[in-house]
């Protein structure tokens, strides 16, 4: 891809509908991230009423979240190749079709095979749709909308199980995955208007096809044994040779992207300090999201055995503190630095924790979750500012692939290691764990946002980057 194609302007600043059209970009990408929490509440439901038992449960959380984080660099490719208004739409129609065919499932297969192709539209749609925002907005516009984004999507995991509760009690959990349809169709036919048709790119380079392979595989086999290390232990067979073979196939990945023609990332972007500490940024936000999230939910009905109604009800301050905290993040993260930001953002993501794991009771459980899931918006923020401000526009996607990649890294390394801590708890016996859980997320935050202040850039104002030849 020459530097000349990239070099042209790419950028709707003065086009007044890019407002709108960052609107419609979040609502999708809202729906994306709402359709992993919205679907854990309803879980219990789906199985009484298809009988599934349950492995079989898990794999209705799973075989999204392994579809949406195994082909999330593939999508990121594919939109610097093809343009990301394809790429958006066709994702974006995907992931609607799929959630139809979700809902009318009368079996596993069925549910099965929908998730699937959910996951898979997901993952075309989500790294493409924020190189969109990053090849549209610069400046102090670039940290509002990327606050915008971070604002929907950590809130859209809160509003999950708000939403799985008021669904799953009212018209029943086949409507988890009825309510994308009109709303993607709405959406679909609102960005056919307003995304712009993708410039022409000069000679067109080939999609490395044994490349997307590799790293789907190495992706997938990854977040497979996260998601499975909480039930069969971090330290078993099964689990150390499943991740030993997630790193062999990123080993030949990496030999093969240094040998083909037209690769499918340049490696060397994983060595620029911005990119990779924006990605450790968004990789222990999510992880401490979902931690936070999944340890809340089950302390609310296991523990203090509400229902999923009110339960959801409850986390309704939590989606608000995410969205406010990502928006103020969005206000100052240009005067402040992304340093500074995603330091505050996770010190208060430490203390919010803190709270929970001290007070034993449902009140000071949601406010200190509220206030953990506030930092968290913030850190969201702080991680795509930094990792998105010095990439060149025809990396845009690649960079968006690598950021929602690791999204999907931190939320089965969350769940992974919360539910082996709380173990007892989730399980029923125990109070102990919850306080363990909210414990070590505590810790984890405080951790992180001293290496944040020593890896994250302090610049403030990051320079135009311009394309690298190749």
């Known amino acids: 891809m020459s530097a000349q194609a990239v070099d042209q302007p790419e950028t709707t600043a003065a086009n007044p509908t890019r407002w709108r059209m960052l609107a419609m970009l979040g609502i999708a990408q809202f729906m994306l991230i709402l359709d992993v929490t919205v679907v854990a509440i309803a879980?219990?439901?789906?199985?009484?009423?298809?009988?599934?038992?349950?492995?079989?449960?898990?794999?209705?959380?799973?075989?999204?979240?392994?579809?949406?984080?195994?082909?999330?660099?593939?999508?990121?490719?594919?939109?610097?190749?093809?343009?990301?208004?394809?790429?958006?739409?066709?994702?974006?129609?995907?992931?609607?079709?799929?959630?139809?065919?979700?809902?009318?499932?009368?079996?596993?297969?069925?549910?099965?095979?929908?998730?699937?192709?959910?996951?898979?539209?997901?993952?075309?749609?989500?790294?493409?749709?924020?190189?969109?925002?990053?090849?549209?907005?610069?400046?102090?516009?670039?940290?509002?909308?990327?606050?915008?984004?971070?604002?929907?999507?950590?809130?859209?995991?809160?509003?999950?199980?708000?939403?799985?509760?008021?669904?799953?009690?009212?018209?029943?959990?086949?409507?988890?995955?009825?309510?994308?349809?009109?709303?993607?169709?709405?959406?679909?036919?609102?960005?056919?208007?307003?995304?712009?048709?993708?410039?022409?790119?000069?000679?067109?380079?080939?999609?490395?096809?044994?490349?997307?392979?590799?790293?789907?595989?190495?992706?997938?086999?990854?977040?497979?044994?996260?998601?499975?290390?909480?039930?069969?232990?971090?330290?078993?067979?099964?689990?150390l040779g499943t991740l030993a073979g997630a790193v062999a196939l990123y080993a030949v990945f990496a030999i093969l992207q240094r040998t083909v023609r037209s690769p499918l990332m340049n490696l060397r972007i994983l060595t620029r300090r911005p990119v990779a500490a924006g990605t450790f940024l968004i990789l222990v936000a999510t992880a401490l999201m979902i931690a936070v999230f999944f340890l809340g939910s089950f302390f609310l009905q296991h523990h203090m055995g509400y229902g999923p109604l009110r339960t959801g009800l409850l986390f309704l301050p939590v989606a608000v503190a995410t969205i406010v905290g990502a928006q103020v993040a969005g206000h100052v993260v240009g005067r402040l630095g992304a340093r500074a930001v995603a330091g505050i953002g996770l010190a208060v993501a430490a203390l919010g924790t803190a709270v929970a794991a001290i007070w034993d009771d449902s009140a000071a459980v949601v406010t200190g979750i509220s206030i953990g899931a506030a930092g968290i918006g913030v850190a969201f923020v702080a991680s795509s500012a930094t990792a998105l401000a010095h990439v060149a526009h025809d990396e845009a996607g690649v960079a968006s692939g690598l950021l929602s990649t690791f999204h999907e890294f931190g939320a089965a390394l969350g769940v992974s290691l919360v539910s082996s801590i709380a173990a007892a708890s989730i399980a029923g016996s125990s109070g102990t764990g919850f306080t363990h859980g909210f414990t070590f997320a505590a810790v984890t935050a405080a951790a992180s946002a001293v290496l944040a202040l020593l890896i994250v850039p302090a610049l403030k104002s990051p320079p135009v980057v311009k394309a690298n030849a190749h």
């Open 43 to 239: 879980l219990p439901h789906i199985g009484a009423d298809l009988a599934l038992e349950r492995d079989t449960l898990t794999w209705v959380v799973s075989a999204y979240t392994l579809m949406f984080g195994g082909l999330m660099l593939l999508g990121g490719r594919a939109a610097d190749l093809f343009g990301s208004r394809r790429v958006v739409l066709l994702g974006l129609l995907l992931f609607t079709i799929a959630s139809l065919v979700t809902g009318l499932a009368a079996g596993p297969a069925m549910l099965i095979g929908g998730r699937i192709a959910q996951g898979v539209g997901a993952a075309m749609l989500s790294p493409a749709a924020l190189s969109v925002v990053a090849r549209t907005f610069h400046g102090q516009e670039r940290n509002k909308a990327l606050g915008i984004w971070s604002a929907l999507g950590g809130g859209g995991s809160a509003i999950g199980v708000l939403l799985g509760g008021v669904l799953t009690a009212g018209p029943g959990w086949q409507w988890v995955f009825y309510i994308n349809v009109p709303i993607g169709l709405i959406v679909l036919v609102a960005l056919t208007r307003m995304l712009p048709k993708d410039l022409p790119q000069g000679s067109r380079a080939r999609l490395d096809v044994p490349g997307a392979i590799l790293v789907t595989a190495a992706t997938g086999t990854a977040i497979y044994a996260l998601i499975n290390a909480g039930d069969r232990g971090w330290s078993t067979a099964s689990t």
